[in-house]
């Protein structure tokens, strides 16, 4: 069974840090790996999504890269704002967009 | 931009009562999804819909049943809810085989007492 794991499980930065968030997963049979955002008691926004056959993806300040043979993303977010905290979750499509999560990373940059 | 729509953003029902989560896109998609997200648990696949009144059971179905009589609305069904069933719902879309973004609902926070 699939087993998505994230670390650290909270972090704390100061405003204008680089920072990496890591996703790791026991399978490598996946079709593709979702980094999402989740603002407190809202639904997930998806960030960025990397293809088995890709290395990485980036969107603006995010890069999220992938090695699917040891089973492991990072999520890099380059000088971080305070309107980056939220919770950071990786999930892993096995097929037809079923989605296995981590249990996320809440992140909080103060000013 | 594609839009999934959870009629119900918060719910209180009483234990043993029916309760129907709904949910809209606008997208056209074939996937639809339910899942539940829980402190400590994450979030769980409950039910998937691949097409029009095809559906597949997820990690926790149990006490659930889904029902998608068009390609646009898919409905969460408690058939008897349960204090186990208080939970945050997530209702998410997608296009195609696999390799597509999935779109996610606000979600629905239900209370079972």
């Known amino acids: 069974k699939q087993e998505v794991t994230q670390i650290p499980a909270a972090l704390s930065v100061p405003e204008g840090e680089n920072l990496v968030l890591n996703c790791s997963f026991t399978?490598?049979?996946?079709?593709?790996l979702q980094w999402f955002r989740q603002d407190p008691g809202k639904g997930l926004t998806s960030l960025l999504l990397?293809?088995?056959?890709?290395r990485e993806q980036t969107s603006g300040r995010l890069n999220a890269s992938l090695d699917k043979s040891s089973g492991r993303s990072t999520l890099y977010i380059a000088a971080s704002q305070p309107g980056d905290s939220a919770t950071y979750l990786c999930?892993?499509?096995?097929?037809?967009?079923?989605?296995?999560f981590g249990q996320g990373t809440i992140l909080t940059v103060h000013p | 931009d594609v839009k999934v729509t959870q009629s119900s953003r918060y719910l209180v029902k009483r234990t043993g009562e029916k309760v129907f989560l709904e949910c809209v896109q606008d997208m056209d998609h074939e996937n639809m999804f339910w899942y539940r997200q829980d402190p400590g648990l994450g979030l769980r696949l409950i039910y998937f819909s691949y097409d029009v009144k095809m559906k597949e059971k997820g990690d926790i179905p149990e006490g659930y049943s889904v029902s998608r009589e068009k390609k646009e609305r898919f409905s969460l069904i408690l058939e008897s809810a349960s204090t186990n069933q208080t939970s945050m719902y997530l209702c998410?879309?997608?296009?195609?085989?696999?390799?597509?973004?999935?779109?996610f609902g606000e979600g629905s926070w239900l209370t079972v007492v």
């Open positions: 998410a879309s997608s296009f195609g085989y696999s390799g597509n973004t999935i779109y």
């Open positions: 990397i293809q088995s056959s890709q």
């Open positions: 399978d490598s049979a996946i079709y593709n």
């Open positions: 999930a892993v499509d096995t097929s037809y967009g079923k989605l296995t």
